[in-house]
């Protein structure tokens, strides 16, 4: 017992530091669009707020991964919380929007090298044996996270104001930092060795990530599935308040509730995964998972009322975390970790451009034909993807990919 508890010390210092910067965010993403919308009074200046993410992956995603992998994914993580701590700092002091979309461009840059180094990071600290566990022990952080941290910007909100909800939220992230501070390095390697970050490395790495894929092909396909399911969850929860209350006629305060009811769903999915784990093959949590997730997502396309939304919300909340957390391990498994932010980043950028290409297609679809044909329409295309993916996972002799030992 003592051996077990000592072998999770270091992963529940980075849960305890996941966990806090996961409330973080949601404090932040409440805080910043009353920020915004307050300053601008336009629902269009908060709805640019999805795109930037997006946008800035596009632009930085095919060389963060060049300067990751020559250098401590640890250092890097540790940095980018303090950088994010700095801009949000800086945000309540910004003269007009144009600063603040500036700053916001300066925070998804630094999202967009933490979350490379975090998934290497997580893969060097945490063994093979332990990894699916741990997948769904932060999963079950994360979902926490969905709920309690809304909550919380909403209460400081309340109780003080944006300015000071944003400070106490950049502390926040200091104290992740000082979290990780404390775990163990795990890269080793010479300083003068590291290349130069030049188009030339780019282009070399790259061609490393190309052949990668070219070798494995049935990881880098199975995981690019997921991806493309990613993208038609994010076009669809896009519209997700237009649809909510135009089309079945919820007020904002339902779809409020909506919003914690999935939340719920996800803290109980995570619950069970965390507890029961181990009983749970790797292949089947991935196939139930995408299945049931897609299930909800067309209970949610053809729902008519509070309580038939509220259902499908539920079911495709619960089900996320068993596909997030085994995809998750099947990805660690199957990626060397001298070569995850390199492929990690390139595969982020395929994302992100097609995730501005769906949201803003979705957009304009929707004003030709009715929004809930549209959903319905993305909603049936996910699942025969969802069907593809299971296929796949259980084609003969493809076990090998999902040994968790």
Do not use: C
């Not at 566990?133 to 941290?149: D, E, L, M, P």
């Not at 209970?299 to 997030?324: Q, R």
């Not at 979705?362 to 069907?387: K, Q």
């Amino acid at each position: 017992m003592k051996s077990k508890l000592a072998n999770w010390k270091e992963p529940i210092f980075l849960l305890t530091s996941v966990g806090i910067a996961g409330i973080g965010d949601f404090i932040y993403l409440v805080a910043i669009n009353i920020l915004v919308f307050q300053m601008t009074g336009s629902a269009a200046a908060v709805a640019g707020l999805w795109i930037i993410g997006p946008a800035v992956n596009i632009l930085t995603k095919f060389w963060t991964g060049s300067f990751i992998d020559y250098r401590s994914k640890r250092k890097i993580m540790i940095v980018t919380y303090l950088a994010r701590a700095i801009f949000i700092f800086l945000i309540p002091f910004a003269p007009n929007i144009g600063f603040v979309y500036l700053i916001l461009i300066f925070l998804s840059i630094a999202k967009a090298f933490f979350t490379p180094s975090s998934t290497t990071y997580i893969t060097q600290l945490i063994p093979r044996h332990m990894r699916k566990r741990y997948n769904s022990v932060q999963s079950f952080t994360t979902s926490g996270a969905f709920i309690i941290g809304p909550a919380i910007g909403g209460t400081l909100i309340l109780m003080s104001s944006v300015t000071t909800t944003l400070l106490i939220n950049g502390v926040s992230f200091i104290l992740a930092a000082f979290l990780l501070y404390i775990l163990p390095e795990k890269d080793t390697y010479d300083k003068n060795a590291i290349p130069k970050l030049t188009i030339s490395q780019i282009v070399t790495d790259v061609k490393v990530v190309l052949t990668f894929i070219k070798k494995h092909k049935y990881v880098a396909l199975l995981y690019v599935a997921f991806l493309a399911t990613a993208i038609f969850t994010f076009a669809m929860d896009a519209q997700e308040v237009v649809f909510a209350q135009q089309v079945v006629g919820l007020t904002e305060v339902d779809y409020s509730l909506l919003i914690s009811i999935t939340g719920i769903g996800s803290i109980a999915g995570a619950l069970l995964i965390s507890v029961f784990s181990q009983k749970f093959s790797l292949r089947y949590m991935i196939a139930i998972g995408i299945l049931m997730q897609t299930v909800g997502y067309i209970l949610y396309a053809f729902s008519w009322s509070f309580l038939s939304i509220a259902f499908g919300f539920t079911i495709l909340g619960f089900f996320n975390v068993f596909l997030n957390a085994g995809i998750m391990t099947f990805y660690q498994n199957n990626v060397p970790t001298a070569l995850m932010g390199r492929v990690t980043s390139i595969f982020q950028l395929l994302q992100s451009l097609f995730q501005i290409i769906f949201v803003l297609g979705v957009g304009v679809i929707s004003d030709i034909i009715p929004l809930r044909i549209t959903i319905i329409t993305l909603s049936f295309e996910m699942l025969m993807l969802a069907v593809v993916m299971v296929v796949f996972i259980f084609l003969p002799g493809k076990r090998v990919y999902f040994r968790e030992g």
